[in-house]
């Protein structure tokens, strides 16, 4: 999700990689690495600690037992993917538009897309860390993806961006308002989405959300999506 400007490889105890991000370190005001091919040894961990960096996100295949305390699992990642049907797509619902700048209720939405994400779950964030990321995500989805909205009068019931990434569909941000869920205005907006790609000769959508949006899991496996794959994202603070 977080953009990588360039990457420095710092050091390499066994084959793990401390890389650090610039967009998020600048974003933030203070260090922020990545580290990738984490085993949980107690050599990795040692180097960790001894780094410099305020904040790493570290990123593993598997849950790590034993892990420091500072060390905060933040989120379990889920990748999905949907085929996209060619057939026996549903009708489009007139009151889903594009539209091409932010406003209010969309950064208000969002907001209630990013519920479960790692940056509003992880309680050592202080400096409003999620509202001022997702905002800005909301701003950057303008630029590099499209956004559609499901209007009801003067009402924004939801929204969904679609962005192409390496040649595939992928939904990076959706939400149905808190009142307006569960009575299919997010199957709706699947099944635009699916409709504008069926036209295009696209074969699938992805999108990531986390284990723990239960919700969304539902959701998803509703609207035929299946898991791709699955990793856990631990915060390390120092
Ligand atoms: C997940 C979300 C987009 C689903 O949109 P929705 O309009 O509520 O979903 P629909 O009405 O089209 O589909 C309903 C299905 O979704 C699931 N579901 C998810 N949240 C639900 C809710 N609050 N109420 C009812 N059903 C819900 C159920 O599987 C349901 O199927 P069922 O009625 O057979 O039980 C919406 O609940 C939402 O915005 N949640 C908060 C933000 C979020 O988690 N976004 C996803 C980030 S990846």
Redesign the pocket.
């Known amino acids: 999700m977080l953009k990588v400007d360039h990457c420095t490889l710092l050091m390499k105890p066994s084959d793990m990689k401390l890389i650090r991000l610039d967009w998020d370190s600048d974003f933030f005001g203070y260090e922020v690495a990545k580290v990738i091919d984490f085993t949980g040894s107690n050599e990795e961990m040692n180097a960790i600690q001894k780094s410099s960096f305020k904040l790493l996100y570290v990123f593993t295949q598997e849950l790590i037992l034993n892990v420091p305390t500072n060390y905060f699992l933040a989120d379990e990642k889920v990748v999905l993917k949907m085929k996209v049907a060619d057939q026996n797509l549903g009708s489009i619902k007139p009151e889903i538009k594009e539209v091409f700048e932010p406003t209010p209720e969309l950064f208000q939405l969002a907001l ?5 994400s790692r940056f509003n779950v992880d309680a050592h964030f202080v400096n409003n860390e999620f509202e001022r990321l997702y905002k800005q995500w909301m701003i950057n989805s303008f630029k590099k993806a499209r956004v559609f909205v499901y209007q009801e009068g003067d009402s924004m019931l ?1 929204f969904t961006t679609l962005e192409i990434k390496n040649g595939i569909p992928d ?1 990076g ?6 009142n ?11 099944n635009y989405l699916n409709v504008l790609l069926a036209r295009d000769k696209f074969q699938e959508l992805t ?4 284990g723990k ?1 239960l ?2 899991m ?6 035929k999506f299946e898991i791709l794959n699955r990793n856990f994202i631990y915060h390390v603070w120092k």
Do not use: W
């Open positions: 209630q897309s990013g519920v479960y939801a939904i941000l959706i939400a149905v308002d808190e307006a869920r569960g009575k299919g205005v997010g199957s709706a907006l699947l999108v990531t959300t986390q949006n919700n969304a539902a959701f998803y496996k509703k609207n």
